[in-house]
């Protein structure tokens, strides 16, 4: 089975997280979202009354989407919760509190064992019209976005485009290299940039009680929020490869490390074909951030690489040239060594025997956090 992304929302108090937030649980399509705030106060909540609670401190959300405050010392617990198959989610959003240090979040995730769950990345939330003022009064500020693998340059109404350049640049500084900064307005982000988004007829025959309401709700306002998506949309540029030949794992590693900042997000799968490592690779990036996870084939399932990759300002037929370059005729040839670079970026690799390095294998150590 899949684990689940987590995803991690962070950003001073007042930056907008909870308005990113509400924008994601608004604009998920048939997407089953687990979120984990800190409190309910601020999420948009209007099925709450009619959805009830689920037990303990978690709340049934309209849509299926189920909510759950925790601090940190329960977290574990409540993403066990989460990602019990009865509740369907597909991603898990945790709003991390104004103060909290992320990095204490992400080391958590991290170093989570239990395989139904994997850390999805980390995204902070900057106010634009605060950036100064936030650095100053929180010099931690800078540690935080230095750990970001996405960044939401919140509030850009606040601002003009001088602002906006010179607040850039000086993330660019701040954050580790290549990581991409997508402007917003209201937390209007696309959801596509963290979680697949799955059309309601996807989840159409299983649909429970809250997800007709939602369903229900979202035909109310329909014109608005489809324009609206559109809109939201219309800011990036997705292109897809297929391929039925192998990708040497070498030349794939060093497309992806030198992606272009403007490349947020990359998901689907891809097949390397060296001996010892046939499996599916499900590749997930969000922002600089990267993963894969070997996954069998399914029984007759054609072996072939298929990706999606959604970015702003990005030069799709120069992607697909250098993706095409990354073909390889005679997998069968690839040597084990050939698939370190893929393997470093493995949570729980699917043969422990044919590790590398047990401790690179394992994925990033906690203490670099
Ligand atoms: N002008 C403007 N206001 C915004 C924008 N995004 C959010 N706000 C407002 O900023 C305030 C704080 O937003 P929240 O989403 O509550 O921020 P938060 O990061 O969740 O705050 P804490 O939970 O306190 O950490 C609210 O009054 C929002 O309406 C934006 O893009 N522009």
Redesign the pocket.
Do not use: I, M, P, Y
């Given at each position: 089975m899949n684990s689940i992304p987590v995803v991690v929302l962070a950003?001073?108090?007042?930056?907008?997280?909870?308005?990113?937030?509400?924008h994601l649980l608004g604009n998920r399509g048939g997407t089953r979202i687990g979120v984990v705030v800190?409190d309910f106060?601020?999420i948009e909540v209007d099925a709450m009354a009619v959805a009830g609670q689920v037990g303990d401190s978690m709340v049934s959300l309209g849509g299926g989407c189920l909510c759950c405050a925790v601090d940190g010392s329960e977290l574990d617990a409540y993403l066990e919760k989460l990602a019990d198959p009865v509740h369907r989610i597909d991603v898990i959003v945790i709003?991390a509190?104004?103060?909290a240090e992320p990095q204490e979040m992400v080391r958590m995730l991290v170093a989570n064992e239990n395989p139904a769950v994997r850390y999805g990345g980390m995204v902070h939330?900057v106010?634009?019209?605060e950036f100064d003022a936030t650095r100053t009064r929180h010099p931690e500020t800078d540690r935080h976005l230095a750990v970001a693998d996405l960044v939401v340059l919140?509030?850009?109404?606040?601002i003009d485009a001088a602002e906006r350049t010179r607040i850039e640049a000086a993330l660019a500084a701040l954050c580790a290299p290549g990581i991409p900064v997508v402007g917003?307005?209201?937390?209007?982000i696309d959801p596509e940039l963290l979680f697949d988004r799955r059309p309601w007829t996807e989840t159409r025959g299983q649909l429970s009680f809250e997800d007709l309401l939602a369903q229900a709700h979202d035909h109310d306002g329909d014109h608005d929020g489809d324009d609206h998506a559109d809109h939201v949309h219309a800011a990036y540029e997705s292109t897809e490869f297929v391929s039925d030949q192998a990708l040497g794992p070498r030349r794939f590693i060093e497309f992806l490390d030198r992606r272009p900042a403007g490349l947020y997000r990359i998901k689907g799968s891809v097949y390397f074909g060296v001996p010892g490592h046939e499996e599916r690779y499900e590749i997930h990036a969000v922002g600089r951030f990267l993963r894969f996870a070997p996954h069998p084939w399914g029984r007759g399932e054609s072996r072939r690489t298929q990706l999606v990759l959604i970015g702003s300002g990005t030069d799709g037929p120069a992607l697909l040239r250098e993706l095409e370059s990354c073909r390889e005729p005679e997998p069968w040839r690839g040597t084990p060594e050939s698939m370190w670079g893929v393997l470093r970026y493995v949570d729980r690799p699917a043969e422990p025997a044919s590790d590398p390095d047990p401790a690179e294998a394992a994925g990033p150590d906690p203490d670099d956090f």
């Open positions: 950003g001073f108090l007042g930056s907008g997280k909870t308005t990113v937030l509400n800190n106060g601020s709003e509190s104004g103060l939330v106010d634009a019209a919140n509030k850009t109404d606040r917003a307005d209201h937390g209007r």
